[in-house]
């Protein structure tokens, strides 16, 4: 299955135009505190949707948080 969500994955983890797949664990990035306040950003901006740091799940992998974008649709 294809990221649909690659440039804005890249944007949140901080990375230049990294490609990966959707089954790689997110702790082989930079996933920590910052990253997770650039999802919430990255959802606010594009959806206008506040999200509450405390409701965001517990994401493992890069097709777990692509999915979780995709559901703001």
Known sequence: ???INQS??????????DVFERS????????????????QSHIDEKYNIQIDPDSLPDLKTIGCLDDFINSFE
């Open 8 to 17: 804005a994955i890249n944007e949140i983890l901080g990375l230049e135009d």
């Open 1 to 3: 299955m294809k990221i």
């Open 24 to 39: 790689q664990n997110l702790d082989e990035f930079d996933w920590d505190s910052l990253a997770m306040v650039m999802l």
